[in-house]
């Protein structure tokens, strides 16, 4: 690998960082891959490296909690937004930074944040980006970076499963999203932060901690990770064409011109639904459940961002 400006940095001012920790996916790919990032860390000064692969990002979460026990001071994390939600549950409330190595499908968590899908980019971003604590959303016990939700959502992620993101990409999104576009109505009782906000027949329910979310659909125009809020968002779309409307609205203005999205922001909500949904968390899919408590918690995590531009896209 060509050394350059943007992978060799003074070893002295990498020193003060501490241990670096890496915690990487090996099925994920970006750049020249994990040995790419061998050299380039290498070339950069790093020289007390811990380091990790799993074949699953549920793998992680103990992976971490070894580079914490010793005493890491800087985390990296390779692979898509399942690998750094599983990374972030782990690492919120530890103050140890989180670096973003894109190596997945979306992506969004460093999209938002402005981290390019280039190794030799993301690593000077890791290495000498701007610090910034960032909140993370949490549902049922689990926190979540960019989204979680419930019912339509969650059908959608787990059918845009690995295999299916494997062979198409980003494409996964929109071959399950037509499967369920008949999805039902339930139901559905939520409060934001003890006050009922919403009770009637429901197909989805999302809680966004960013703008742009699964499947790169921008559904929350207002969200901003470091405000100390959430945005929470109903849809009563049921069945295909309200969902090309509601698509199509949120593709080229704001998700409120729907007529089948209500979205409102806060810090506390609770959700009953009167039948069991499946619920899903940055791209991962879960079980099903007739209660969500969700909540923001605010600068829970650590993570390196470029030193200028939006924190969140």
Known sequence: M???????????AVAQLGRVAVVAHRRK?????L??????????????????????SRKAPKKVRKALKKRAGLLFVWGGDGMVQRCA?????????????????????????????????????GLHGRRRRLDLGRLNGEHFAV????????????????????RFGRLAYVWAGLRHVRGELVRTRIRVDGVTWFDGEASCVLFGNVGTITGGIPAFDDARPDDGCLEVGVSTASGAIDWARTLGRMAAGRSTDSPFIRIVRGR??????????????????????????????????????????????
């Open 89 to 125: 549950d782990t690492l919120a409330g530890s103050g140890t930074p989180m670096a973003i190595l894109p190596a997945g499908t979306a992506n969004l968590f460093a999209a938002n944040l402005g981290i390019p899908e280039d190794l030799a980019e993301a690593v000077r971003i």
């Open 29 to 33: 790919s970006l750049g020249g891959g």
């Open 2 to 12: 060509t050394k350059n400006a943007a992978t060799v940095a003074p070893t002295g």
């Open 147 to 166: 989204m979680a939700g419930a019912g339509f959502d969650g059908d959608l992620i787990r059918d845009a499963d690995r295999d299916l993101k494997g």
């Open 35 to 56: 040995d790419e990032l061998r050299e380039a860390l290498a070339d950069a000064g790093v020289g007390d490296l811990l380091w990790y692969e799993v074949s699953k």
């Open 268 to 313: 506390r909500v609770k959700v009953r639904f009167d039948a069991p949904r499946r619920y899903e968390l940055d791209g991962g899919a879960r079980t099903t459940a007739q209660r969500l408590t969700v909540r923001s918690v605010p600068g829970a995590l650590t993570v390196c961002c470029p030193e200028t531009g939006p924190v969140s896209a």
